[in-house]
């Protein structure tokens, strides 16, 4: 009998402990399962599909190295779904083309791969306000998660459609406060950011004077209707002076007056400077022959209108340009307020020349301009794919 009793005992103090420890077992299992339930769910989080690429696969960007990534290493989006992009581009032309190939590279490079985790659904609006704010209506319609402006027009009507419902991601755009697509750089102050440029006018207007250093007038050629160039043609009025020209100013208001004003402007001067101008970017194959034809040489902006037979330029990179919208569009992503996301700066830029455009002109490039420059002229890059 005191043998039970002893047992009994014995029995009753295993069970207060079990009942003391349990709480404590059973929060340790939770903490278990629940970290195996958190890793089990993020794996399911990962869209399982194959990279479907928006960049040729040997495309290299001009000045830059090509950004790399790898597919494998796509990151699970926050809400663990693909991701719904509409990507609208102003119109088709190589510098937009090499915007959008940054950005698109980069958001890769940060883990957001069209086909895996995010579904990029890219559309051109041909240079038409309408077929931009009719792609921008049917991008709202679709209800897609993010959208992403190319050019002022572009950001433009993707901005208007989305009423602030949808954030905006813009790029190529110079002057992004002058467009009214951000109260300030610093605080966008609406769901609508990305990246804007240094303008690199004064370095241009100094390689003008270094090539042509008899000129003391130059022209400047550029739509009314583009912000970006009336707000930049503002800082050239500035800067001219400084570096000793005068300006001689005409505009044109559609490319169906461009080949008859600019064989005035020709006429007149001895220099054309093109500010940032999509209208005209799209027709440099009208300009250039009027131009040439008065032996006057053109001095673009960007480095394709350099190749598509300007002669020189100091140039923002357009794909590095592209890559920081690509950096502000993942960083929306992952979290950050757009409204509150400052604009960011690009900075990166390059000495372009066209030598082919010099010899066409009886023009002599400057050995030290020459050396450093990257040369668009088609002849060369015949011979760099040869």
């Known amino acids: 009998m005191k ?15 079990l009942l003391l420890t349990m709480p404590s077992l059973i929060r340790l299992h939770e903490l278990e399962t629940g970290a195996a339930t958190a890793a089990s769910q993020q794996a399911a989080q990962m869209p399982q599909g194959e990279e479907i690429s928006l960049v040729p696969a040997d495309y290299q960007p001009t000045g830059a190295q090509r950004i790399a990534y790898d597919p494998a290493a796509a990151k699970p989006t926050p809400d663990g779904k693909v991701l719904k992009i509409g990507m609208l581009q102003m119109m088709d032309h190589p510098s937009l083309d090499d915007i959008r190939y940054g ?21 051109n609006g041909q240079n038409d306000q309408n077929s931009m704010k009719s792609i921008a209506d049917q991008f709202m319609a679709e209800k897609k998660d993010l959208l992403i402006g190319i050019a002022t027009p572009a950001a433009q009507a993707l901005m208007n459609a989305s009423a602030g ?11 992004p406060v ?27 207007l100094e390689l003008i004077k270094q090539i042509m250093p008899g000129v003391t007038t130059i022209g400047v050629l550029y739509n009314t209707s583009e912000q970006n160039a009336a707000q930049q043609v503002a800082t050239i009025r500035k800067l001219a002076p400084e570096v000793g020209f005068e300006l ?37 194959d009208t300009l250039i022959p009027v131009t040439n034809a008065k032996g006057v040489p053109v001095f673009p902006t960007v480095d394709a209108q350099v190749q598509q037979g300007g002669l020189a330029t100091m140039g923002v ?22 409204s509150t996301y400052a604009v960011k700066i690009t900075t990166t830029a390059n000495y372009f020349i066209n030598s082919d455009a010099a010899a066409a002109l009886g023009l002599q490039l400057p050995a030290e301009i020459a050396q450093d420059a990257l040369d668009m002229a088609p002849s060369k890059q015949t011979q760099a794919a040869n």
């Not at 950005?103 to 559309?123: P, T």
């Not at 240094?198 to 241009?204: H, L, P, R």
């Not at 794909?319 to 993942?330: N, R």
Request: with cysteine; net charge negative; charged share 15%.
């Open 165 to 175: 419902t949808t954030p905006v991601i813009f790029a190529g755009i110079s002057d």
């Open 178 to 204: 002058g467009a009214g697509l951000a109260n300030s750089l610093n605080a966008p102050g609406k769901p609508v950011t990305g990246a804007t440029m240094q303008a690199q006018d004064k370095a241009t």
């Open 103 to 123: 950005l698109i590279d980069q958001l890769a490079a940060r883990g957001y791969i069209n086909g895996i985790n995010i579904e990029i659904d890219y559309k």
């Open 3 to 17: 043998k039970i009793s002893t047992l009994g005992g014995f029995l009753v103090g295993c069970l207060l402990v």
């Open 248 to 284: 001689k100013e005409m505009t044109i208001t559609s490319t169906n007056d461009l080949k008859q004003v600019a064989e005035q402007l020709a006429s007149e001067v001895k220099v054309i400077y093109l500010p940032q101008d999509n209208t005209i970017a799209g027709a440099m």
């Open 317 to 338: 990179n357009q794909y590095m340009w592209g890559a920081d919208s690509g950096t502000a569009l993942a960083d929306v992503i992952e979290g950050e307020d757009p």
